[in-house]
């Protein structure tokens, strides 16, 4: 299947963009989409492949993230594909430290550590 060039977002057209009965996508490229909701609301989608998967995450609402932030928030997260983690494991990861950190209510001592060879796999390293 052929790839289609897709003109970039710019930031008239996101504002002129209203709601449908349906909701709908507008494209950036590179994975990046605005997902406009039958209520209004708009919000930036990141689409991404890791280990042949197809998976997607949220990058914020617009205005809250701006285009400009959104692309940064894209390019950042190809990274992190590109170095083999894939983002949604690695906040549910530190989700769990946090949490866990809250019930041992420990302030300030501790850091959070994850290992290149482990992405998914994140330690609390207790500092004294």
Request: aromatic letters at 8%; zero cysteines.
């Amino acid at each position: 299947m052929a790839n289609k060039k897709v003109q970039p977002l710019t930031d008239t057209a996101i504002k002129n963009a209203k709601a449908r009965e349906k909701e709908y996508t507008l494209s950036d490229g590179n994975g990046l989409q605005l997902v406009i909701k039958p209520n209004g609301r708009k919000v930036w989608e990141i689409r991404y492949t890791v280990n042949a998967k197809a998976k997607k995450t949220t990058g914020g609402t617009y205005p809250v993230v701006s285009l400009k932030d959104a692309r940064v928030k894209l390019d950042e997260l190809k990274n992190k594909v590109l170095n083999g983690i894939d983002p949604i494991q690695e906040k549910k990861a530190l989700k769990a430290i946090g949490e866990f950190a809250l019930q041992r209510n420990t302030p300030k001592s501790w850091r959070i550590r994850i290992t290149k060879e482990y992405p998914y796999k994140a330690s609390l390293v207790f500092v004294f």
